[in-house]
């Protein structure tokens, strides 16, 4: 059975930092990309981030890109969103989703306030 | 980037009812396009994957069709565990952008 756990989340600062994981368990990881994808209160949901199986290929929305940083870790089953400069238009909670968006984590929050 | 964008943001249908959505490409992304469903509290479910192919365990009432920028996801027969929010998503462009979503109500 495929799983997806995200955590890391919690409460920030404006400005500050928070590294977010994704624990995959069920198939191969190495050989699939992975997604971030983000939901602010009462909004839809917006794609944040993507990486190839071996890290060559990266994507960002312009709302993250210069601030947030995706990496995986192929032997520990397990991909990364680190956020740095935090804003208050960050808060919401993060997805991870395997390649082709058929497998979803359960989503952790990310709320950044004063 | 492509944008995506869906109609209604949201309608009010009956149990029984053929429901159809609509989602649009700001330019053509052939047949890479997602629907998914979303309940409150819940991460999003994979309904329909290259505009027409129905995710497997996904009950036959939806479907999926379209292609360039235009899409439609239909369902037949609208049933209470229906009533839910759906999004669209091109997966053209590796910016995989979403629609806003489309929340479907009951009447």
């Known amino acids: 059975e495929v799983q997806l756990v995200e955590s890391g989340g919690g409460l920030v600062k404006p400005g500050g930092s928070l590294r977010l994981s994704c624990a995959a368990s069920g198939f191969t990881f190495s050989s699939y990309a992975m997604n971030w994808v983000r939901q602010a209160p009462g909004k839809g949901l917006e794609w944040v981030s993507s990486i190839s199986s071996t890290s060559t290929y990266i994507y960002y929305a312009d709302s993250v890109k210069g601030r947030f940083t995706v990496s995986r870790d192929n032997a520990k089953d397990s991909v990364y969103l680190q956020m740095n400069s935090l804003r208050a238009e960050d808060t919401a909670v993060y997805y991870c989703a395997t390649s082709v968006f058929g497998y979803w984590g359960q989503g952790t929050l990310v709320t950044v306030s004063s | 980037d492509i944008q995506m964008t869906q109609s209604p943001s949201s309608l009010s249908a009956s149990v029984g009812d053929r429901v159809t959505i609509t989602c649009r490409a700001s330019?053509?992304?052939?047949?890479?396009l997602n629907w998914f469903q979303q309940k409150p509290g819940k991460a999003p479910k994979l309904l329909i994957y290259?505009?027409?192919s129905l995710q497997s365990g996904v009950p036959s009432r939806f479907s999926g069709s379209g292609s360039g920028t235009d899409f439609t996801l239909t369902i037949s027969s609208l049933q209470p565990e229906d009533f839910a929010t759906y999004y669209c998503?091109?997966?053209?462009?590796?910016?995989?952008?979403f629609g806003q979503g489309t929340k479907v109500e009951i009447k």
């Open positions: 330019q053509s992304v052939s047949t890479n």
């Open positions: 998503q091109q997966t053209y462009s590796p910016f995989r952008t």
């Open positions: 290259a505009a027409s």
